[in-house]
């Protein structure tokens, strides 16, 4: 059989696989990344369990088309055990259309798309399975070629730090996920108009109107985003030349008490214990585990998991950015339930019909 070309072009390999095995491998699995990608921080802690645990017929490479230099500062925060390299030109990302994030494709040795989606979905199961078919092995620099890049070209990103007390950045692409970073003197929100106006407004993207303005994504730096909720949306809104308007609306809702006295089974901040560089929400398909996260953050994880309101009781008076450890079921309901009230006091109700305040943008 003929050598298979390389699929991967790769301008820099910025690190190897740790621990470095270069024996002959039978599958490939490109993970497309990038560092503003919140979800691919999930994906990166659960491909490393499986390049940890799994066979060692498979090879992981996470892609992304990003600065190499801004890659590399993000790998010192956020470390990661798997091999890491820049996409030549973003060629890879265009090639396979790559439009949403996370996203894998997994080749065979011949060159063959044999999986794609979530690289999270991607069980160690399907993976064994898809080995017993798939059996040819080749050496790895046969399936990725490393191609020199003119580094005079290579435009280097400095880190933005805002002037203004707000600022924001209307993005080409990233309209599928959400990024939150807190600086030491301003803040930094990535994604979608609707997610971000939701985040603010400590509701879900189901109470935002914005007609047909959500266009693309956003990135969004804010100096005080200790304002009260309704002042900074309205001050965001006057930056994008909008209207913000606020009615009421009958919708079904999660609504949330906490048993007295309030917060007191509340987990502490040593229960969760993550390394250094671990974001601090890890959610997949069933499960949400978070690491010194507030309240306040939880509420706004479980809005967008069921997108859907999601209330605090108001006779419920508890400081919703005091910092605790959590983890509970989040895909079947009464299951979500007990793990709530049996581990943190919270009673969580079903409610087919609540007045909840809806804000139109225009």
Known sequence: MSPVQAQIRISEQLQHAKPQKDTPKSLFLVDFWATWCVPCATVSKYLTYVQKFGSEDLYILSLSQENPNMVKKHLVKHPTNLAV?????????????????????????????????????????????????????IPVDSFIRLVQHDIKNVVIEEEHVPEDNIEIISLS????????????????????????????????????????????????????????????????????????????KQMAAYVLSLEQPFGNRFWDTQQVQWERGT???LIDDNQLTANDVSLGDVLFQMRHLFQSPVLLDDNTPYDLDKIHDWQFHHRFFNLMQNNLKDNFGINIQKQDSVNVPIYRFN
């Open 85 to 137: 390299a820049i996409d030549f030109e973003g060629e890879t990302f265009s090639k396979y259309k790559v439009k949403t994030l996370p996203y894998g494709i997994l080749f065979n040795a011949d060159g063959k798309e044999i999986w794609k989606g979530n690289p999270a979905e991607l069980t160690m199961k399907k993976i064994n399975q898809l080995l017993k078919v798939h059996k040819r092995k």
């Open 173 to 248: 692409n990233n309209d599928e996920v959400f990024a939150y970073e807190k600086h030491p003197d301003y803040v930094r929100l990535v994604g979608s108009l609707k997610v971000i106006l939701a985040y603010v407004l400590q509701v879900s993207e189901t109470q935002i109107d914005l007609a047909d303005k959500d266009r693309g994504g956003y990135e969004l730096f804010i100096k005080n985003i200790n304002k009260k909720p309704k002042v900074l949306a309205k001050n965001i809104a006057r930056k994008l030349k909008l209207k913000l308007k606020e009615d009421y």
């Open 279 to 281: 974001p601090h929400f």
